[in-house]
T-cell receptor
């Protein structure tokens, strides 16, 4: 049972445009969400996170939006750069009672074309 | 800050041998470390949660006698793959959570294990 779903295995955008990566979750107990970026044969790099008490968090070119009623979050990258090309993983956790375990989606491969 | 290292980055071993992978938090203390496994084109699969000074908590389907985890200090956790077989070949990644209630996990660079 996939509790965190990234339904788009890949996304291709032009440099300078907006990249929107989507993530859906099914477990209503999740209250903290994170986005990671991963290059092949490397560990994931933390990008940005959001608590369920917020609906938006922004850090430079990266903005994460959370829609709790729809159990949906998205990562916006503006403007997209070729160096952003990587696999992006959405992750969710329960802050209390779960020892902070992360549940990951399957990832979306973002390709930013020059 | 929040740098996690893994050693070795790559290891090739013969079937039946044991392999130890180290995970260190270099500039922070980590009360909790996690071990993941990633199959090609798949998501990260949590294998176990390791708390300093106590026994690891294994996820369903992960053999604790096969994947031995030790978390002896606030900066070091080790994963030992015992009696490795070719099906254990994978990319193993550790992560560490900052002590003090933070929820972000910081990942090591991963270890590519190939069992011949």
């Amino acid at each position: 049972d996939q509790q965190v779903k990234q339904n788009s295995p890949s996304l291709s955008v032009q440099e300078g445009r907006i990249s929107i990566l989507n993530c859906d979750y099914t477990n209503s107990m999740f209250d903290y969400f994170l986005w990671y970026k991963k290059y092949p044969a490397e560990g994931p790099t933390f990008l940005i996170s959001i608590s369920s008490i917020k609906d938006k968090n922004e850090d430079g070119r990266f903005t994460v939006f959370l829609n709790k009623s729809a159990k949906h979050l998205s990562l916006h990258i503006v403007p997209s750069q070729p160096g952003d090309s990587a696999v992006y993983f959405c992750a969710a956790s329960r802050v209390r009672g779960s020892n902070y375990k992360l549940t990951f989606g399957k990832g979306t491969l973002l390709t930013v074309n020059p | 800050g929040a740098v996690v290292s893994q050693h070795p980055s790559r290891v090739i071993c013969k079937s039946g041998t044991s392999v130890k992978i180290e995970c260190r938090s270099l500039d922070f203390q980590a009360t909790t470390m996690f071990w993941y496994r990633q199959f090609p084109k798949k998501s990260l699969m949590l294998m176990a949660t390791s708390n300093e000074g106590s026994k690891a908590t294994y996820e369903q389907g992960v053999e604790k006698d096969k994947f031995l985890i030790n978390h002896a200090s606030l900066t070091l956790s080790t994963l030992t793959v015992t009696s490795a077989h070719p099906e254990d070949s994978s990319f193993y990644i550790c992560s560490a959570r900052l002590a003090g209630g933070h929820n972000e996990q910081f990942f090591g660079p991963g270890t590519r294990l190939t069992v011949l």
